[in-house]
C-alpha cells in the first residue's frame, strides 16, 4: 500500500507536469521533436545515470529519447492520416518514466497535419451514356473525388476539361462535402461525334495544391433520327433477254447513318399493279434484284420500280429501278401455214400454187428479219406476197412417174447473230394424170406352140407395163382383128386372151400342115380417162408333129380292081431300075423324111429298095427258075418320132414280051374280063414301059434343073430375105410333087380323076388363118399358093 500510494501521489504529480510538443507528420526519423531533459528540469548527464525511459504501454511507439543530449527525436514514420483519420486534432500521448526517482512524466504530442495526400476518385474512368435524344441542361451525377488530409489540404473543388456539350456544376452538401454534376449545354449528335472524351479534375487547398483526375468517356446512344439514304436516286441497267432465271442484275444500297437496328436496312419493291412484281424479286436484305422469269424483250423492252428502304424503325426512303431489256436473237422464226395443198395433178401448170405461208420472228431490227429458201434441185419456186406472206408455186411441170411426193422443206432463217432458223415440211402428193400408155417390153413377141395342141392350152402371157397409177395403170389386154380375108373366120375364134392377165390361149387345135404361122396384134390399154393404149404384134409359130403318115403316090392302088403290075425284061441286067416308089409326107423337116424298105418279096434276093430314092431294082439277073410274077412288099417309113410307115405291094412281071405278060397275067383271074378293059390294060402296060424310060430320062433332066433352080434361088434369098427357111427346106419335096404330079396326071390319064386333086400342104405365106370349122374341114380355105414353082 505505501507504494501504491506513492505511484499514485507520483502520478498524481506527474499529471500537473505535462508537456506539449507540436510535429508535423511524416518528419523524418530521429527529426528533433523538442529538449524534453530541459522540459523536465533534469540534468542532460543524469538522464541516462537516473534511468529515464519512455513508456509506451502496449502502443507502437513512435518516438525516441535521445539520452545522450535529452532530446525527444521520432522514432518512426507518423502518419497523421492513419492515426487520426479525419479528425481535426490528433495528439499523440506517452508516458516519460524515471526510474530512479520512480517519477513519472506525460508528454503530448500534436500531430500536426501536412498536405501529402492529393484528392483522388475511385474510378479512373468514368463511363456514360447518354442518348442523343436528351433534352439540354439534363443533369449527369458524377462521382466524387476523396482527399484524406484535412483542412485546407482536403478536396476544395472540381474542374471539367472544356468542352462543347457539357459543363460542370459543383453542389455542396452539409459538412462541406462537394459534389459535381455533368450537365448538358448543347444537343448531342451520335452520327456527328459518338464519343466525347472530358476530363474532371479536383482539387485541394494544400501548399502546393494538389489535385487528381477521372476520364469520363460519354458515349453517345444512338436514336433513329436518320432515314436510310439510297447510294443512287436511280438505278439503271442493261440486261440481254436472255439471262437466266434468278440472275442478279443489279444491288441497291441504301446507307442509314444510324446504328444497330437502326442501320438495319431491308429493301422492298414498291408494289404497283402491273406484271414486274411477277419477273422482278428483291432480296430484301441484300438489295439484290433478280429475275423470277425470263426476261423478254419482245414482250417488254423497259422496266420501271421504285424501291423502297426501309430502317429498322420505320424510316422510309425511295429510288428508282430501270431496267431496260437488250433484244437478243431469242426467237427462231415462225411460219404459219395459211392454207396448203396436199396434191396436185402432175399436168398442173408452172406457176400453181401450193402453200401459202406467213413468217413471223418475234425479234426485232436484223434479228427479226427473215430469209426463206427451199432446196435448189425442187421443181418449185418461193414468191414473195405482201406482209411476209410467201407462197411455194410450182417452177416447172410435174412428172408422177418420175418423183410422185415430195417432202419440201422451207427453211427460214433470220439475220441474227447466230442466226435461227426453223424448218417447216410441206408434204405434196402428185397426183396422177393418165399420161402413159401401157408398154409392152418387147416391139414384137414370138411364140411356139405344138400342133395337135389341147384347146384351152395356154399359149403365152403378155405383160404390158404402165408406170401411172391406180387406174390409170391397171391395163386390160384384147385381140385385134388383124388383116384376114374377109372370107376367113374372126382371129377370135382361134386365139383368146384373158383381159386380165395377158394370157393368150389356144380356142382350137392347130394343124401345121394348114398354117404354120398366125399373126396377131394385141392391145394393151389401161382404164384411166381417156384411156390410152399401144399395140404389139405377136407370131404365134405352130411347131410341127408327126402326125401324118407317109402317103404313096405311085404305084398307086388301082381303084377300078385291076392291080398295078411293073414290067421287068426277063433280060434285063442287073441293078435295072424295075420301078420307082414315090411317097410323100404332109408333114416337114424330119417328119417328112423318108426312107424305102423291102418287108417282103417273092424271091427275096432279087429286088432291092433305094433307101432314100424308092427306087426298085434288080439284084442280079433274072433266071428262068424265077416266077413270072414277083411280089414286093415296100413299106415306106418317116423319120418322126414315133415314125410313121406305109406299105405299098408291088408286083413285077417278069416277060420277054407283052404277050407272054398277058398270057401269064390272063392265068390270073382278072376282075373284069371284058376287052375293054383288057384293052385298056394292056394300053397301061405300053405306056409303063415307055414311062420308065420316060422316067430315067426325066429325072435326069429334072436333077440338072432343080440344080440350076437351086442355084438361082440361093442368089435370090440372098438379095432378098423373102422365102423362109421352109420354102427352101422343103424345096427337094416340092420339086418331086411338081414333077408327080405332071407325072401321075399322064399316068392316070384314063384313070380316076382324084388323083389330081392330090393335097398338097401350102406353106402360110400370106397373113391368113385358119377358121374354126377349117380345122375339121378337109379343104382349105387359103387360095392355092402356087408353090411349086419347079413347074416353070
Ligand atoms: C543532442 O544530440 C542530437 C544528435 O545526437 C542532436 O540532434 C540534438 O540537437 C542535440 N540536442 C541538444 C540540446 O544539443
Ligand atoms: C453500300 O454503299 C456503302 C457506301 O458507298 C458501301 O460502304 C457499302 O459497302 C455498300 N454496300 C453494298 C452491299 O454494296
Ligand atoms: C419430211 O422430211 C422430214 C425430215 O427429213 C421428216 O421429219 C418428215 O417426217 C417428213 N415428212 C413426211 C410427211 O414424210
Ligand atoms: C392399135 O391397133 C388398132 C387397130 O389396128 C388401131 O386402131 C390403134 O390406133 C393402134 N394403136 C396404136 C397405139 O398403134
Redesign the pocket.
Known amino acids: 500500500p505505501v507504494l501504491l500510494c506513492f505511484l499514485l501521489g507520483s502520478l498524481w504529480e506527474t499529471s500537473a507536469a505535462q508537456i506539449r510538443y507540436s510535429v508535423p507528420e511524416e518528419m523524418k526519423k530521429g527529426s528533433f521533436v523538442g529538449n524534453i531533459a530541459k522540459d523536465l528540469g533534469l540534468e542532460v548527464r543524469m538522464l541516462s545515470q537516473l534511468g529515464a525511459r519512455i513508456v509506451s504501454r502496449g502502443k507502437k511507439q513512435y518516438f525516441a529519447l535521445n539520452v545522450r543530449n535529452g532530446s525527444l527525436v521520432i522514432g518512426e514514420r507518423i502518419d497523421r492520416e492513419e492515426l487520426c483519420t479525419q479528425s481535426t486534432q490528433c495528439l499523440l500521448n506517452f508516458n516519460v518514466l524515471v526510474e530512479d526517482t520512480l517519477k513519472i512524466y506525460s508528454v503530448e504530442v500534436e500531430i500536426i497535419d501536412i498536405n501529402d495526400n492529393s484528392p483522388h476518385f475511385l474510378l479512373e474512368e468514368l463511363e456514360l451514356k447518354i442518348s442523343e435524344t436528351t433534352a439540354l441542361g439534363t443533369q449527369h451525377l458524377l462521382e466524387n473525388a476523396y482527399d484524406p488530409d484535412v483542412g485546407v489540404n482536403s478536396l476544395q473543388g472540381y474542374e471539367l476539361s472544356s468542352s462543347d456539350h457539357f459543363s460542370l456544376k459543383v453542389h455542396s452538401r452539409a459538412k462541406g462535402v462537394k459534389y459535381p454534376e455533368l450537365i448538358l449545354e448543347r444537343a448531342l449528335d451520335r452520327e456527328d461525334e459518338p464519343i466525347h472524351h472530358l476530363m474532371l479534375t479536383a482539387w485541394d487547398g494544400g501548399e502546393p495544391v494538389r489535385s487528381g483526375t477521372a476520364r469520363i468517356r460519354v458515349t453517345v446512344l444512338d436514336a433513329n433520327d436518320n432515314a436510310p439514304v439510297f447510294?443512287q436516286p436511280i438505278y439503271t441497267v442493261n440486261v440481254p433477254e436472255n439471262v437466266p432465271q434468278g440472275t442478279v442484275l443489279l444491288?441497291v444500297?441504301?446507307?442509314d447513318a444510324d446504328e444497330g437496328i437502326n442501320s438495319q436496312v431491308r429493301y422492298f419493291l414498291v408494289k404497283i399493279p402491273g406484271k414486274n412484281s411477277e419477273i422482278f424479286q428483291l432480296n430484301s436484305v441484300?438489295?439484290e434484284l433478280l429475275t423470277l422469269q425470263n426476261l423478254d424483250y419482245e414482250d417488254a423492252e423497259f422496266h420501271e420500280m421504285e424501291v423502297e428502304a426501309q430502317d429498322g424503325l420505320g424510316l422510309r426512303s425511295r429510288a428508282k429501278i430501270h431496267v431496260t431489256v437488250v433484244d437478243v436473237n431469242d426467237n427462231a422464226p415462225e411460219v404459219t401455214i395459211t392454207s396448203v395443198t396436199s396434191s396436185i395433178p402432175e399436168n398442173a401448170p408452172p406457176g400453181t400454187i401450193i402453200t401459202l405461208f406467213h413468217v413471223h420472228d418475234r425479234d426485232s431490227g436484223k434479228n427479226g428479219q427473215v430469209l426463206c429458201s427451199i432446196p435448189d434441185d425442187l421443181p418449185f419456186k418461193l414468191e414473195k406476197k405482201v406482209d411476209n406472206y410467201h407462197s411455194l408455186v410450182t417452177d416447172r411441170a410435174l412428172d408422177r412417174e418420175q418423183v410422185s411426193e415430195y417432202n419440201i422443206t422451207v427453211t427460214a432463217v433470220d439475220f441474227g447473230g447466230p442466226p435461227l432458223s426453223t424448218d417447216t415440211h410441206i408434204f405434196l402428193h402428185v397426183a396422177d394424170i393418165n399420161d402413159n400408155p401401157p408398154t409392152f417390153s418387147q416391139s414384137a413377141y414370138s411364140a411356139y406352140i405344138q400342133e395337135n395342141n389341147p384347146r384351152g392350152a395356154s399359149i403365152y402371157s403378155l405383160t404390158a407395163h404402165d408406170p401411172d397409177s391406180q387406174e390409170n395403170a391397171l391395163v386390160t389386154y384384147s385381140l385385134v382383128d388383124s388383116n384376114l380375108p374377109l372370107e376367113a373366120p374372126p382371129l377370135s375364134s382361134y386365139v383368146s386372151i384373158n383381159s386380165e392377165t395377158g394370157v393368150l390361149y389356144a380356142l382350137c387345135s392347130f394343124d401345121y400342115e394348114q398354117s404354120q404361122e398366125l399373126q396377131l396384134r394385141v392391145t394393151a390399154r389401161d382404164s384411166g380417162d381417156p384411156p390410152l393404149s399401144s399395140n404389139v404384134s405377136l407370131t404365134l409359130f405352130i411347131l410341127d408333129q408327126n402326125d401324118n403318115a407317109p402317103e404313096i403316090l405311085y404305084p398307086a392302088f388301082p381303084t377300078d380292081g385291076s392291080s398295078g403290075v411293073e414290067l421287068a425284061p426277063r433280060s434285063a441286067e442287073p441293078g435295072y431300075l424295075v420301078t420307082k416308089v414315090v411317097a410323100v409326107d404332109a408333114d416337114s423337116g424330119q417328119n417328112a423324111w423318108l426312107s424305102y424298105h423291102l418287108l417282103k418279096a417273092t424271091e427275096p434276093r432279087l429286088f432291092s429298095v433305094g433307101l432314100h430314092s424308092g427306087e426298085i431294082r434288080t439284084v442280079r439277073a433274072f433266071l428262068d427258075k424265077d416266077a413270072l410274077k414277083q411280089n414286093l412288099l415296100v413299106a415306106v417309113t418317116d423319120n418322126g418320132e414315133p415314125p410313121l410307115s406305109a406299105t405299098i405291094s408291088v408286083t413285077v412281071a417278069v416277060a420277054d414280051s407283052i404277050p407272054e405278060i398277058l398270057s401269064d397275067l390272063s392265068s390270073h383271074p382278072a376282075p373284069e374280063s371284058q376287052d375293054d378293059s383288057l384293052l385298056t390294060f394292056y394300053l397301061v402296060i405300053a405306056v409303063a414301059v415307055v414311062s420308065c424310060l420316060f422316067f430315067t430320062f426325066i429325072v435326069l433332066l429334072l436333077a440338072l434343073r432343080l440344080r440350076k433352080w437351086w442355084m438361082l434361088q440361093v442368089v435370090q434369098s440372098a438379095a432378098d430375105h423373102v422365102g423362109g427357111v421352109s420354102s427352101s427346106q422343103f424345096l427337094g419335096i416340092d420339086g418331086v410333087r411338081a414333077f408327080l404330079q405332071t407325072y401321075s396326071h399322064e399316068v392316070s390319064l384314063t384313070m380316076d380323076s382324084r388323083k389330081s386333086q392330090l393335097f398338097f400342104p401350102q406353106p402360110n405365106y400370106a397373113d391368113t388363118l385358119i377358121s374354126q370349122q377349117s380345122c375339121e374341114q378337109k379343104e382349105s380355105p387359103f387360095p392355092a399358093q402356087s408353090l411349086l414353082q419347079g413347074k416353070d
Open positions: 447510294t444491288i444500297n441504301a446507307t441484300t438489295g
